[in-house]
């Protein structure tokens, strides 16, 4: 039978394979090895780099020249497992000590030398047993792990190149020759299959692509994802803390990073009084069998604190807001001239996350969900939501997030068990978010499955400044928890009618949008939202009062100032000032103060000459023009 390659060859297409092309085949909805024999007359379709299947070929190929080279080097090393990832793959390895940097370029070297080497890949398939005593022999008990929980019947299958052999499913290159761009990223420790009980390998990340500029470009997006994270920033400009002595995944906000949550959250609030909302504030804590009336309890619970007694009641620390509001909406009998209620909450919420997910403020404990309830009439619900998509359009763009995704969550028709609620309530719910996205002419794509348990959801992606997506606002059609809580208003035919309930965030925790706001501008905040907005230095000690009253006066006027006394050279300050990533630099010297001006300098766009402060003051104006919040006061 005839092989996928050959099958291209007969096409006359044979040119068309190789590291910048043709790297797999799918036939019969099954990713094949170009290698792999098909029936005669066979037409399998051809993937390309290009194609997230033929990506993961190529990578899953790289992973097994990783670890070829490992074991020439480290010939003691026990394999683990090696996939492909997004963006590249990682190969696990038990070994005495972990990976040095100098460990780490000789294996990339030796790499190198086995893709020159061209050897084929070849794949064979074998006996349990066969498998069983080849890796025994060898001592790779992780692999003889594997084989022995496969399935009865399972294919087993062995690929070899050169001296290497390597339990694995597949697909794989033709040959190792066909690698072309190369590079092995970090290493780090992982447990084995993620088990914290089980032994620490070592895991060697590394990548792969077609062409060495898109490695470049690769490498220069990590490179300025690291210089961008935010727990780095956040430690370099002061903004915020983690302190293990109080607890992981708590986070303690320092005066910088108080003053850029505040800016966000004087926006947030104005934005949503403009709107018609109302603010809230409710308990961190409530019985706990508040949360098995809302299901919580049921759905839930893994994410949720123990229970805490209470003079022998079971209280719990609060996951979501919801049920409070849900609280507040019974205190009264509603009616239907009384709806919508829109209800707003900055309420901090707590959930459980394990230790190993727990990611500066992007995973945490405790946070402060930007969270509202519409409580609505069924005729009122899509008009409400195409209300909700309006403002958090104009929330996330507002603070420079011009590009986003957005998926339609829905439940998984296979899975229904995993959802509270009827098919009737379900259809009205995904029927209503689908018809705001289309009044709304926004593009979409459906994801099954995704749908929180008690309903389905808009789910909106934000790009950052390098591609990357940060989760962000989330609008929820929920028929369910006014049933469950047996919510009712008067209707205009005086009879109870149950008013539907939407969820919804419009720009997510404070944490994770702070962790997302800080990588987005890697600390170089907009002059609005900027925690310093400018800083006076003068030249000589003998300038400093002058330079007080100009702090003074723009400080009069609502900016954001401050100035450095230290008796220290004008360079040095003004290189502390652009490594604070602080918009303006106002020097003052004998020139400055005879003539009642400063001496202004911009963080990129450098010196901006002379001018008075009056002219300052209106520069700053105009660049914070139309931020709520940000110019708090006027001169």
């Not at 070994?95 to 084929?120: H, S």
């Not at 890796?135 to 299958?157: H, N, Q």
């Not at 504030?281 to 839930?300: I, N």
């Not at 619970?301 to 805490?308: A, L």
Request: hydrophobic letters at 40%; a negative charge; proline letters at 6%.
């Amino acid at each position: 039978m005839p092989s996928a390659l050959e099958s291209l060859r007969s096409q006359g297409r044979e040119r068309e394979a190789g590291p910048h092309g043709i790297v797999a085949a799918r036939w019969q909805g099954q990713v094949v090895d170009l290698t792999r024999e098909l029936p005669e007359g066979a037409e399998p379709e051809f993937l390309t780099f290009a194609d997230p299947e033929g990506a993961n070929v190529y990578r899953h190929t790289a992973a097994h020249v990783l670890a070829q080279a490992v074991k020439r080097l480290f010939p003691e090393a026990k394999l683990g497992i090696g996939p492909a990832i997004e963006d590249g793959f990682y190969y696990d390895f038990d070994v005495p000590r972990p990976f040095t940097p100098e460990d780490l370029a000789r294996i990339e070297e030796e790499a190198r030398a086995i893709i020159a080497a061209d050897y084929p890949i070849r794949r064979r398939e074998v006996g349990r047993e066969e498998a069983r005593d080849f890796f025994a022999s060898r001592g790779e008990t992780y692999k003889v792990e594997l084989i022995d929980e496969l399935p009865e019947g399972a294919t087993i299958s062995l690929y070899d190149q050169g001296e290497f052999t390597d339990l694995c499913a597949g697909p794989h290159l033709p040959s190792t020759g066909w690698l072309a761009a190369f590079k092995v990223l970090h290493a780090a420790g992982a447990y084995w299959r993620g088990d914290e009980r089980n032994p620490m390998l070592q895991r060697i990340y590394g990548t792969a692509f077609p062409r060495q500029e898109q490695l470049d470009q690769y490498v220069y997006r990590v490179e300025e994802a690291r210089r961008r994270d935010h727990r780095r920033v956040g430690r370099e400009l002061d903004l915020f803390s983690i302190h293990e002595e109080a607890g992981a995944g708590l986070v303690f906000w320092h005066p910088r990073g108080g003053v850029v949550r505040q800016i966000v959250e004087d926006f947030w609030r104005a934005e949503h009084r403009r709107r018609g909302y109302d603010i809230v504030f409710t308990p961190h804590v409530a019985r706990l069998d508040l949360w098995k009336v809302s299901g919580h309890w049921d759905w839930y619970r893994e994410n949720m604190y123990s229970p805490m007694d209470v003079e022998g009641v079971e209280y719990l620390l609060k996951p979501m807001n919801c049920p409070f509001h849900i609280l507040m909406y019974r205190s009264q009998t509603r009616s239907y001239r009384d709806l919508p209620l829109r209800w707003a909450e900055l309420g901090t919420v707590y959930r459980y996350e394990r230790s190993g997910v727990l990611h500066g403020l992007l995973r945490v404990r405790g946070f402060t969900q930007d969270d509202a309830h519409i409580f609505c009439r069924p005729d009122q619900l899509q008009a409400e939501l195409v209300g909700v998509l309006d403002l958090a359009q104009y929330m996330v763009e507002s603070f420079g997030f011009s590009e986003y995704e957005i998926m339609l969550s829905v439940r998984d028709p296979a899975n229904k068990q995993k959802y509270i609620g009827s098919d009737e309530v379900w259809e009205a719910a995904e029927g209503a978010l689908l018809a705001a996205l289309n009044q709304k002419e926004l593009a979409y794509v459906v994801g099954e499955g995704e749908a929180k348990f008690y309903g389905p959801a808009i789910d909106i992606t934000l790009k950052d400044a390098l591609g990357r997506g940060w989760q962000g606002p989330t609008i929820q059609v929920d028929f369910n928890l006014p049933e469950r809580f047996d919510l009712t208003y008067m209707g205009e035919d005086n009879r109870e009618h149950r008013p539907v309930m939407i969820h919804r965030t419009v720009l997510g925790s404070m944490e994770r949008f702070l962790g997302s706001l800080i990588e987005h501008y890697a600390g170089a905040f907009p002059t609005w939202l900027a925690p310093v907005q400018a800083r006076v230095i003068p030249v000589a000690d003998r300038h400093v009062p002058y330079g007080r009253q100009v702090v003074e006066k723009l400080a009069r006027a609502g900016v954001r100032a401050e100035g450095d006394w230290r008796n220290e050279k004008v360079s040095y300050k003004i290189r502390a000032a652009q490594l604070e990533k602080i918009p303006y630099m106002l020097v003052v010297g004998d020139r400055e103060e005879a003539s009642s001006q400063v001496a202004v300098r911009h963080r990129s766009e450098g010196d901006l000459g002379p001018m008075s402060p009056d002219t300052f003051l209106a520069r700053l104006r105009e660049e914070c023009a139309g931020r709520p919040g940000a110019w708090p006061a006027m001169p």
